[in-house]
């Protein structure tokens, strides 16, 4: 397979740049102080048709490509963290309509959700279900042509301005997905703050207590909420999370460039020294590498692969947890600088160890990838027996 990028893709990545450089780098430490979206970035990205990028024309979207998308989240991550987070969650909530929603809410919602005009959160995640989806204890249950639902959402991302949720609950003992306005009575939104990082994603807890929805509401049928509705958008998540780490380790690598010409000690400029140059060589290394995974990502994707899923584990986990790397040798590099809010690589910091939890932490991907190898290995055993027997 043949990974480089074609003459559409390199414009789009052009002008993802010149967006960022321009609208986001800018508001992205206001962004992290306020603990928001600054409304302005919010609105020129909707301008843009960057909240529609994964949605087909028909509907309003820039039915974008999977390699394309991948670089407008990478663009996107350099410039800042909390906004690149809208992207993934409105984007989820967007496929899942896209996929598994009836004729009538498809039109209804998905030109909305393409402009902006109608922001979306993913509310799977609970006070006591993380990583364990199977475990939640929202409930829905029918009640003549309307389900109701209730239980209590966590660290959901976008909330706060959310204006549509993707809520998934259990219903007659079966995981099922519904679609849930911010307006109903019975639904009433938390802010969170205090975030470690990505402090402008506005996370906030949703309770639902007797919230009380239209029977079609329902997305797809019970039973399928968590195998066909949750994991692939959680998919879709993880490789643009991915795809979001290699962003800010680029940022953290040009940050560190800069510093390392530019500052000074004894009489040589930090750049000519060796241990320096080591840890630029490995950033630069690193993110080069992680790019790649990210590409063959989105060329699998594009083709419909089923590799495509492992290999968006694997994108993840190397992405995040290189980032945490990449971006402690930054604040190294930039000494007692690198740990004050007036240098970049500070956030930059705080913000990579969220990437390492959200989408599944790093502990789970490597249960999942080490479990994925040892199956391979089996079935190579076994096709080579079959081999030598035949």
């Known amino acids: 397979m043949k990974i480089e990028l074609t003459e559409v893709q390199e414009n789009w990545q052009n002008e993802f740049s010149a967006f960022v450089d321009n609208e986001m780098v800018p508001l992205a430490d206001l962004n992290d102080r306020e603990e928001r979206i600054h409304p302005d970035m919010l609105r020129k990205m909707a301008e843009a048709g960057y909240l529609g990028s994964m949605l087909p024309k028909k509907y309003g979207g820039m039915e974008l490509d999977n390699v394309t998308l991948g670089i407008l989240n990478e663009e996107a991550g350099r410039g800042c963290s909390s906004a690149r987070s809208l992207l993934t969650v409105h984007g989820m909530v967007s496929l899942a309509i896209l996929r598994w929603g009836t004729e009538q809410q498809k039109s209804e919602w998905l030109p909305k959700l393409a402009t902006g005009s109608t922001l979306a959160a993913f509310g799977l995640t609970e006070p006591n279900a993380g990583s364990d989806a199977k475990s939640i204890a929202t409930t829905a ?41 911010r307006e109903r009575l019975g639904v009433t939104v938390l802010p969170m703050s205090g975030l470690l990082g990505a402090r402008g994603s506005m996370i906030a807890e949703v309770v639902l207590s007797d919230c009380r929805i239209p029977q079609e509401n329902l997305l797809g049928k019970l039973g399928m909420g968590l195998t066909h509705i949750a994991l692939p958008c959680l998919d879709y998540g993880r490789y643009t999370i991915a795809c979001g780490c290699v962003g800010l380790a680029q940022a953290c690598l040009e940050a560190s460039l800069e510093y390392g010409s530019t500052r000074v000690q004894f009489g040589r400029p930090l750049q000519d020294n060796q241990l320096i140059q080591k840890m630029i060589a490995e950033m630069a290394v690193q993110v080069k590498a992680a790019r790649m995974l990210c590409y063959k990502v989105g060329y699998l994707r594009d083709s419909g692969d089923p590799d495509s899923i492992m290999e968006t584990w694997t994108a993840k986990y190397f992405a995040s947890t290189m980032l945490t790397k990449i971006t402690n040798d930054a604040v190294q590099i930039h000494g007692a600088n690198g740990c004050h809010s007036g240098y970049p690589v500070e956030r930059y910091f705080r913000d990579a160890k969220i990437n390492e939890i959200i989408e599944g932490t790093s502990q789970m991907h490597e249960m999942l990838i080490a479990e994925q190898q040892f199956v391979t290995s089996r079935r190579a055993g076994r096709t080579m027996a079959q081999t030598a027997n035949s």
């Open 141 to 181: 249950e029918l009640d003549g042509n309307e389900y109701v639902l209730n239980g209590r959402k966590k660290w959901i991302t976008i909330a706060q301005i959310a204006d549509l949720f993707l809520i998934f609950a259990k219903c007659e003992g079966q995981p099922a997905a519904f679609l849930v306005e």
